[in-house]
């Protein structure tokens, strides 16, 4: 039981090239996440997905898509990267839709982009 | 809107001594409420939570942390602490959107511990 997986662990990019993060979690949850890590910023909601067929935007959607492949995989997609978008991307899910069930966070992609 | 405050950035205590780390969240309902533990160079991982019943609440760790309604606050909090909890901590209440619920962080806290 791997719990929640997230490749790459680290990527560099040159502005204006496109990559996918990906995520998978083993645990049969429903809801996965996609959170950014900024320093002072805590970490801040990309998209969401309630469940399997459904994303949704969070917080700072803009210079990204998604795609709930599956119910174990949910990839974050930079079309054309920013150094903006330098930061650290975390993968997370959740059992049910449920307020008390906790999200389980994957190890993060530390990103560059130059 | 919901959110979180987290007032101290940065917290130094020495090996062995109580720890306090501060939360304060906005919320017009009955708060889910949660601390997390990050580790350098790790993902975040689940100290405690507090949706209902008593309001202190007991945690991996050795942590703990009381609900106060009256003060708004969430307070996380250790007797004697280790070299091992020098990490970043974060605050977060969850956002009932009704078609999925969303977690609002606070800024974190890093605590470094002192031999």
């Known amino acids: 039981n791997a719990g929640v997986t997230q490749t790459p662990k680290f990527q560099v990019l040159k502005t204006g090239q496109s990559m996918t993060l990906q995520c998978a979690q083993d645990?049969?949850?429903?809801?996965m996440y996609w959170y950014r890590q900024d320093p002072g910023m805590g970490l801040r909601l990309i998209y969401y997905s309630a469940s399997e067929g459904t994303t949704d935007k969070g917080e700072v959607p803009n210079g990204y898509n998604v795609s709930r492949l599956n119910k174990r995989e949910f990839s974050l997609r930079l079309e054309s990267a920013a150094p903006s978008q330098t930061s650290v991307y975390f993968c997370?899910?959740?059992?049910?839709?449920?307020?008390?069930?906790?999200?389980?966070f994957g190890p993060g992609t530390r990103l560059t982009v130059t | 809107a919901q959110s979180v405050t987290q007032p101290d950035i940065h917290i130094t205590v020495s090996e062995g001594a109580s720890l306090e780390l501060r939360c304060n969240y906005s919320?017009?309902?009955?708060?889910?409420l949660f601390w997390y533990v990050q580790s350098p160079g790790q993902g975040l991982q689940l100290l405690l939570k507090y949706f209902s019943g008593d309001t202190l609440v007991q945690g991996i760790k050795g942590f703990e942390a009381e609900f106060k309604r009256s003060q708004s606050s969430f307070n996380l909090r250790k007797p004697s602490v280790h070299w091992s909890d020098a990490a970043e901590y974060f605050c977060a209440v969850v956002r009932n959107t009704g078609t999925a619920s969303k977690l609002t962080f606070g800024t974190g806290t890093r605590l470094q511990v002192t031999l």
């Open positions: 645990m049969n949850h429903n809801s």
């Open positions: 997370a899910s959740k059992d049910r839709l449920g307020e008390a069930y906790e999200q389980y």
């Open positions: 919320y017009g309902a009955t708060p889910y």
